[in-house]
Nanobody, 125 residues
Framework: QVQLVESGGGLVQAGGSLRLSCAASGSIFSINEMGWYRQPPGKQRELVATITSGGATNYADSVKGRFTVSRDNAKNLVYLQMNSLKPEDTAVYYC???????????????????WGQGTQVTVSS
């Protein structure tokens, strides 16, 4: 089994900062891409940022220049540093990871996407 657990959410005033963390654990052979998505109230889940095992990053236009995604490959961790937060950033934030649980999956470049349970971020105006 594989488990992803997020932490670091909370309530912050507009203009403030938060840092989210996500730890992957369990039967992990290797992790390809990791990322963060969010689901604002009453809306669908949307991409926030992704990062490959090599460190290449991708961001939603709405967070470029404000959010930074990073990872610690040795510890199977991914982070999201969120600065200059806006009320429209209010959402449940989910991390995900594309994981190979054995060498065969790795050899075939076959990964399964796992999700965390989500952490609430609320930005007050």
């Amino acid at each position: 089994q594989v488990q992803l657990v997020e932490s670091g959410g909370g309530l912050v005033q507009a203009g403030g900062s938060l840092r989210l963390s996500c730890a992957a654990s369990g039967s992990i052979f290797s992790i390809n891409e990791m990322g963060w998505y969010r689901q604002p109230p009453g809306k669908q889940r949307e991409l926030v940022a992704t990062i490959t095992s090599g460190g290449a990053t991708n961001y939603a236009d709405s967070v470029k220049g404000r959010f930074t995604v990073s990872r610690d490959n040795a510890k199977n961790l991914v982070y999201l540093q969120m600065n200059s937060l806006k009320p429209e950033d209010t959402a449940v934030y989910y991390c995900n990871a594309d994981i190979a649980t054995n060498s065969l999956m790795q050899a075939r470049r076959t990964y399964f996407r796992y999700w965390g349970q989500g952490t609430q971020v609320t930005v007050s105006s």
